[in-house]
């Protein structure tokens, strides 16, 4: 390592204040703790023997939406984001981590047949405890999910989750041969998402796969400090793809993309794959906002608006940056210019439009209500822009904007991925009815029956695993 | 401190807005000069009865009161390094009145400068005090700094426009100094004898600034020279001229190279320094103007003078130049920043002083500052391992200021003494003017609580609790 590299590693928060300008934690709780100079200073004093990792130093650690603004900003050129990650794996590794929540973590993230059944179980218990809010389109549900305890604006789970519907080779074209990823939210939550996906790679002639056996991309495991887990995930998500001998792997979720791109490098190293493996794989993984852009959208200086024929009103859509996508993979230009040559409608900026809305993975599962007032600060930044739909590309985003909006009273203001919107202005009519309906479409599991449902996976499981689910709703 | 006085403080603020735990003393132990002293509780009193009482109770328990805005000083004047009670102003952040007519703002101490601009701007008006760090420092931090800025050569700095305080005095007084009017002769001015004494006088509750009209127009130049010395030329030129600008600031070429990354244009590698330059006023104004000092510039021997003629142009450059400060720590991790100031046609003196001593003691300085109103920012760059040149650079630091006040100017321009400069306060003040300022220290605060050990209050072996950054 020459010298300024290890300069680089060395280089330390100088505890200018600046990064307080653009936390937005900072700018709903004014306090030294919200910013990264706050948490700079407390890990620094564990690590330098003044302090203990207590149960307080752990919650303002974890007190952190990761959005990466603060590492953007700095003058310094400090590594906030991966200082606080560390600082939270060493919690782990010192058995600091809230219990309920490692075990949550180790056991069910990572053991992806586990968190599939609890996501199924939950899926049934939603039908027993779901109560409508008047929402217009009536998609809102508003329930306590088993990992969420306070009242919010959740979306259901889909009926049929994406990979279930989805294996293998799911389009054969003599263009490229794709895989999707499409991560847990997407499969879970909005798989229609992901069919959108596939139909925009279907007219652009590609082979597109779902590889079986991919599971969790490890996010809010390695936001949790459980970096072992992780690194089993990675390697687990690494074999899936390479069977396929894929051209590129797609993902429409920033998180994940984020995540595959960025450590699953370090990750697989650490797992000892060999350097040559790892390059072919991380290389592959584009955000489907990047891989449509390279390989079908019109030069955006040339994309004029155009109405659609028969004078079809235009829509006018805002786009929201997710912090994965854009502080993380660089993919900024690209959703943007996607809109702009998409017929029939109409882009206007909103203010602030990167900085994040607030939901930062598992942040707002335990602090909601500061979630939700940085949500209220883009919210009224959306509503500012008068525009009928709000267009992103992180299905975590998705979700907590909605809250956000029905929150606000403005649930009839649209929540878009970007996929929706392509799918809905520039497809074939028949298949954008079809991938649309089952990305937003509400409830339909009758209450009896999911309580008889229920009843039958808890009882189909082994006993350890019964164990790890009474705890997934502990928490 | 113990356990009752600790209950006392919690009654009066309330249990939730103060703490003792150890990690929020932690949270308040530093500021950006980056120095640690652990107080021995934080609280956030949200107003002036609350601070008179905590205040009282410190008179009778007799612990350390210690004011903080946002803990961006860089002399380290919001550190308890007696000990004692962080009292923040955070929760005091609220902008009460903003009068276009009288184009005057109320606001709590707490609030944000950048936050009074955005106010301000929306009636047209704007608060001159500029600091770089006026998006994340409070305005009662830059009343009890003086604080400057980039706007200070033509503007002048804080002191200016504050009219009126409300102040709770070290005895608990709750006190309303000076007057919303612009005149105002009505007994001694105890509004500029606050303003500036670092906490040490009284902790500011409120304030009344003055704001003036944005001007309509900006014109910003950025002007490159081939040496130094006549980058200096320049700016005693553009200041000898009839043309004011607004700004005036320098950077060398190390300080340039540390934020080039925010420039859109590549500076040529045979520029050793760049003059940021603004004019504002009339259109007609600021382009007559800007004419005038563009021609002083290549007069000077500029190599070249460029003008941002879009906003996001001039954006780029203002962003640069406000991250300088902390930018500069990535060449080394260790910087001793001094802020100097000495009447602006000695600024050419000042800057070859300067090169000098960088090489008789063989250390890398960085200079970059406000040229116009002959305040330079002497950054030392050490690597606090090499223990030698730390020494070296301790040296180097006396006859900079032994240099400064030989031209006839000061320690500091605008950062304050605080406990950084507190050690070489006697080299610009002769004895008789430091008694007369103990004098008055004594009469208001007899029991020494608020703020103690800052300025030339200088007490050693109370620096020596400074946490170090090793165990133990
Ligand atoms: C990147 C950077 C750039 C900077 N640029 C400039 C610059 O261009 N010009 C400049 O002048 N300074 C500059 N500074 C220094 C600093 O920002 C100023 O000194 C600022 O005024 C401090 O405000 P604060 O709210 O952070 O006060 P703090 O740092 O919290 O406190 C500073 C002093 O004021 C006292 N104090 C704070 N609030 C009160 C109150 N309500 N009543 C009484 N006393 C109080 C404290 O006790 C302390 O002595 C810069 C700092 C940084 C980190
Ligand atoms: S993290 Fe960077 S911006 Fe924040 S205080 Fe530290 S040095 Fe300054
Ligand atoms: S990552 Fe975001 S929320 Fe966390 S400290 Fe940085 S700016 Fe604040
Ligand atoms: S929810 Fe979206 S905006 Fe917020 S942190 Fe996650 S990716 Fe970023």
Same mark, same amino acid.
């Given at each position: ?7 680089q590693?060395? +280089? ?6 600046k ?22 200073a ?33 003058p310094?050129k ?14 782990v ?15 069910v993230?990572?053991?992806p047949r ?25 998609i809102?549900? +508003?329930? @306590? ?12 789970l ?18 490229p ?7 847990c ?6 798989p229609?998402t ?5 139909g ?10 779902v @590889?079986?056996? %991919?599971?969790?991309c ?8 459980a ?35 960025e450590n ?33 959208? @019109? ?10 024929e ?7 859509v805002?786009? /929201?940056?997710?912090? /994965?996508?854009? +502080? ?15 017929p ?9 439009? %990167? ?11 335990e ?21 009928d ?10 979700? /907590?904007?909605r809250d956000?909006?029905?929150r ?14 392509? %799918? ?16 937003? +479409?509400?409830?339909k ?16 499981l082994? @006993? ?12 | ?9 919690r ?8 703490s ?15 120095r ?11 107003s002036?009865?609350?601070?008179s ?19 961006t000083?860089?002399t ?7 000990g004692?009670?962080?009292?923040t ?17 109320w ?12 106010a301000?701007a ?9 600091p770089?760090?006026m998006?994340?420092?409070?305005l ?7 604080a ?8 002048g700095?804080?002191?200016?426009y ?10 608990g ?23 500036g004494?670092e ?9 009344c600034l003055?704001?003036?009209p ?14 130094i ?11 000898s ?19 080039k ?24 104004v ?39 400060s ?7 991790p ?5 802020d ?23 250390l ?37 200021f ?11 321009g605008e950062?304050?003494?605080?406990i ?10 002769e ?7 103990k ?24 620096l020596e ?8």
């Open positions: 390592m020459d010298k300024d590299q290890t300069r590693l060395k +280089r330390q928060c100088v505890k200018c204040g990064c307080q300008t653009v936390c937005p934690l900072f700018s709903v709780r004014p306090i030294e703790a919200s910013a990264a100079r706050g948490k700079m407390l890990a620094e004093a564990v690590t330098q023997g003044h302090l203990d990792e207590s149960d307080t130093y752990r919650n303002y650690l974890e007190t952190c939406l990761l959005c990466g603004a603060c590492e953007e900003i700095c310094n400090v590594q906030t984001l991966s200082a606080m990650l560390g600082a939270r794996e060493r919690l590794a010192n058995g600091r981590s809230k219990s309920g929540k490692k075990l949550i973590l180790e056991n993230v990572g053991r586990l968190l599939d059944l609890a996501m199924r179980l939950g899926r049934n218990f939603l039908g027993l405890a779901f109560r409508r809010i008047p929402a217009e389109s009536g809102r549900r +508003r329930f @306590p999910l088993p990992l969420i305890t306070r009242d919010r604006t959740l979306p259901s889909a009926d049929n989750f994406f990979t279930d519907r989805y294996k293998g080779q799911v389009n054969s074209g003599s263009g041969k794709v895989g999707i990823f499409p991560g939210m997407t499969n879970y939550f909005y229609g992901a069919e959108g996906i596939i925009l790679l279907k007219k652009l002639g590609a082979s597109v796969y @590889p079986e056996g %991919q599971v969790c490890g996010m809010p495991a390695l936001t949790g400090g970096r072992e887990v992780v690194r089993k995930l990675a390697c687990q998500n690494l074999e899936a793809f390479e069977k396929y001998e894929l051209d590129a792997i797609v993902t429409g979720c920033a998180s994940c993309g984020g995540n595959l791109k699953y490098g370090g990750l697989l190293r650490e797992a000892g794959v060999e350097d040559q493996r790892i390059e072919e794989f991380t290389s592959k993984v584009f955000d489907i906002n990047e891989y449509l852009f390279r390989h079908r959208a @019109p030069d955006p200086r040339e994309g004029t608006v155009q109405k659609e028969g004078g079809k009103e235009e829509l006018i805002t786009y /929201h940056h997710p912090c /994965h996508l854009h +502080r993380v993979q660089g993919v900024k230009a690209e959703p943007i210019a996607l809109i702009q040559s998409t029939g409608v109409r882009y206007v900026p909103m203010a602030d439009d %990167q900085r994040c809305c607030g939901m930062g993975g598992s942040f707002s599962l602090h909601y209500d500061m979630a939700k007032e940085v949500n209220d600060q883009k919210v009224a930044r959306i509503i500012e822009t008068g525009a739909a709000v267009v992103t590309s992180c299905p975590a985003c998705i979700m /907590h904007i956000g909006l029905s606000n009273q403005r649930g009839d203001i649209e929540v878009l991925h970007l996929t929706e919107l392509l %799918q809905r202005y520039d497809c074939e009519k028949q298949e954008a009815g079809k991938a649309l309906d089952s990305g937003t +479409r509400g409830l599991t009758g209450t009896y029956d999911a309580e008889h449902r229920t009843q039958n996976i808890i009882r189909g082994k @006993p350890a695993d019964k164990r790890d689910y009474l705890l997934l709703f502990e928490i | 401190m113990d356990s009752s006085v600790k209950n006392q403080i009654t009066i603020v309330g249990k939730e807005h103060c003792d735990r150890k990690e929020d003393l932690f949270l308040y132990s530093y500021d950006a000069m980056n640690r002293y652990l107080p021995d509780m934080v609280a956030h009193p949200s002036a009865q609350e601070i009482r905590l205040i009282n109770l410190a008179n009778e328990k007799l612990f350390a009161i210690v004011p903080r805005g946002a803990g000083g860089l380290g004047g919001s550190l308890a390094v007696d004692g009670l962080v009292i102003t955070s929760r005091m952040n609220r902008i009460l009145e903003i009068d276009p007519e009288n184009q005057t703002a606001v709590e101490a707490g609030v944000f400068n950048g936050d009074l601009q955005s301000a929306a009636h047209g008006l704007f608060f001159p005090p500029d770089a760090s998006d994340f420092s409070t009662g931090g830059n009343a009890a700094e003086n400057g800025g980039a706007r200070a050569v033509k503007y700095v804080t002191r200016d504050v009219m009126a305080l409300e102040v709770v005095m070290p005895t007084e709750i006190v309303h100094t000076g007057s919303a009017a612009i005149k105002s002769v009505t007994g001694y001015d105890l509004t500029r004898l606050i303003v004494s906490g040490t006088l009284g902790v500011i509750t409120r304030l003055k704001l003036i944005i001007p309509e127009a900006v014109g910003t130049m950025l002007a490159a020279f081939p040496e010395n006549t980058a200096a030329k320049a700016v005693a030129m553009i200041m001229s009839r043309v004011t600008p607004s700004t005036l600031e320098f950077m060398d070429r190390t300080a340039v190279e540390c934020v990354e925010y420039l859109q244009d590549d500076i040529p590698p045979d520029v050793a320094a760049l003059l940021l330059i603004e004019v504002d006023g009339s259109p007609s600021v382009e007559a103007d800007s004419k005038v000092l563009e021609k002083k510039c290549l007069e000077a021997g500029a190599r070249y003078v460029q003008s941002a003629r879009e906003s996001e142009e001039r954006e780029a450059l203002w962003t640069a130049r406000r991250s300088l902390p930018a500069i720590m990535k060449i080394r260790l910087k001793i920043n001094e100097v100031a000495v009447p602006r046609m000695k600024i050419p003196d000042l800057i070859t002083g300067i090169e000098e001593l960088a090489r008789k003691h063989r890398t300085i960085v200079n970059f500052g406000h040229a116009g109103d002959g305040n330079v920012h002497v950054n030392f760059l050490l690597d606090p391992e090499d223990k030698e040149e730390v020494s070296r650079a301790d040296h180097c630091v006396k006859e900079l032994q240099l400064v006040i030989a031209l006839g100017g000061t320690l500091s950062h304050g003494i605080g950084a400069k507190a050690p070489y306060l006697d080299i610009e003040l004895s008789s003017a430091t008694d007369v300022m004098k008055i220290k004594h009469a208001l605060d007899p029991n020494n609580i608020l703020n103690p050990h800052k300025t030339f209050d200088y007490d050693k072996t109370s609790r400074e946490l170090s950054p090793h165990n133990g």
